[in-house]
């Protein structure tokens, strides 16, 4: 006589799921159940893939677009009259001075000799936090030489001159913020130019100069790919970098969709067929995650609809051990550059951000509208505020007739009786309020990012708040 088996741990004959019906012999599954399953299983990692690889392709892309410039190691794209929209990088803005180069560590670490005065950042590959450096830095803003030192280095290190940084990849992001002063651009970029060096290690004896490229206004792409290519961006990473550099785990995920180092990248056809279907359903992901998102900690405000881009105050977006993969691929889907110091409340330091996707009905922005943001007196800010508009497709600077799609408290903007501002946004500005005014394309959406530089204390504690974008009657 058999002993009774509890049902919860047995397998019926058939399972209607979402997959279709599951059939099994005594708990063994069919042919047909097991195609089936596999089949939904590589689809599955094949979506998991692209949400967890975004921040990785994002800077193949970014690299690529270096590339044209020039070689690694010493080309430094330079935006020495700031950037505009003809540049399609994720959620820039139009008032930093911007910098970007890529450093190769392949061949021994590399030496950046950084400026003054900047917000400086190294991310490796994988865009995982390396290194400040400038006022968020070490150097506390005065410049100072950094050593980036490449994973498997075993050679000597200075013992004084450098603050030595190692990456966990070979692959690293340079980028870097100078500052508006008096509204023009012209002292940072002079001061870059004059102190921003990068160069081998081997060569400190006599490093060669770095080659700047002034980047404003150039048409350059710098988006991943949201079609089945982005896995093509993925496993140039996988190929270049040590085995296992984005963790056991994501590089386990990467390898059951066929992404393997030493290994070709050239799934069947029906592998294809399910990469396809996967890089779609996490493209929309992605798009639902950053347009729609449904975490309670996102909004700012609990009644209003701007959002923060770094969910629980992490860098890493990680709370209580646990990492938000939602939070991480709400952020780097829209946006580039991480760093303790862009997450972090430093009242007084660095920047804040909120980003707004509906107006205050809760609908996404329709370019054919006109709408209106009110900015209350008296913004918490020690240096200024800016508010930029983006496309939702690309997530770059919206491209309209204005050079810069921005409105920003250092610009001639109408100040209103008691300090505050009214901004507009739609397809042809209001009479009397042209300097107010964003432009906006009919056909299209867009989304907005309202930036704090050198935020204060008001902003943190929410004494002061940011009200919601409004439709104005009759548009």
Do not use: C
Request: hydrophobic share 35%.
């Amino acid at each position: 006589m058999t002993t009774p088996l509890p049902p919860q741990i047995l397998t019926p004959p058939s399972a209607q799921t979402r997959l279709g019906k599951l059939e099994f012999t005594d708990g063994v599954p069919t042919p047909q159940t097991a195609q089936l399953v596999y089949d939904n299983l590589d689809f599955q990692r094949g979506v998991e893939a692209f949400l967890s690889g975004i921040p990785g392709a994002s800077l193949v892309a970014m690299r690529t677009g270096l590339r044209k410039l020039g070689p690694d190691n010493g080309t430094i794209a330079l935006f020495e009259t700031l950037m505009d929209s003809k540049s399609l990088f994720l959620t820039a803005n139009t008032e930093s001075v911007y910098y970007f180069g890529w450093l190769d560590l392949k061949n021994g670490p590399v030496v950046v000799e950084g400026p003054p005065n900047v917000l400086g950042v190294v991310d490796d590959f994988w865009f995982r936090y390396v290194a400040d450096y400038g006022n968020a830095g070490p150097d506390k803003g005065k410049g100072g030489k950094y050593l980036v030192v490449p994973p498997d280095y075993k050679g000597p290190v200075p013992d004084e001159g450098y603050h030595i940084v190692k990456s966990l990849t070979y692959g690293n992001w340079l980028v870097g913020r100078g500052f508006l002063q008096n509204g023009s651009p012209r002292p940072a970029v002079d001061s870059i130019k004059a102190h921003l060096r990068v160069y081998p290690y081997a060569q400190k004896d006599n490093p060669p100069p770095t080659h700047f490229v002034n980047a404003s206004g150039m048409v350059m792409n710098t988006v991943h790919a949201n079609d089945v290519t982005f896995y093509d961006e993925v496993n140039q990473i996988i190929q270049e970098e040590p085995a296992g550099a984005y963790g056991p785990d994501m590089t386990g995920i990467f390898r059951s969709i066929g992404i393997e180092k030493g290994k070709p990248f050239a799934p069947d056809d029906r592998m294809k067929k399910i990469l396809i279907d996967a890089v779609a359903v996490g493209n929309a992901t992605a798009r639902a995650i950053d347009f729609a998102n449904r975490d309670k900690a996102a909004p700012i405000y609990p009644d209003r609809h701007w959002n923060t881009p770094f969910i629980g105050g992490s860098y890493q977006w990680l709370n209580d051990g646990a990492r938000n993969f939602d939070a991480r691929t709400m952020f780097f889907y829209a946006a580039t550059v991480d760093t303790p110091a862009m997450a972090v409340a430093m009242p007084g330091i660095g920047s804040q951000y909120a980003s707004s996707n509906l107006d205050n009905n809760g609908k996404p922005f329709d370019g054919s509208k006109n709408y209106v943001l009110h900015v209350p007196p008296n913004v918490p800010v020690k240096d200024f505020w800016s508010i930029v508009l983006y496309d939702t497709q690309t997530r770059s600077m919206l491209q309209t007739d204005q050079q810069f799609p921005s409105a920003s408290s250092q610009k001639d903007l109408k100040k209103n009786a008691d300090g505050s501002y009214d901004v507009y946004f739609g397809p042809k500005p209001p009479a009397g309020h042209e300097s107010n005014w964003v432009q906006t394309i009919p056909g299209k959406s867009w989304f907005t990012i309202f930036r704090l530089y050198g935020p204060l204390a008001p902003w943190f504690d929410k004494s002061w708040k940011l009200e919601d974008i409004k439709e104005l009657a009759g548009s």
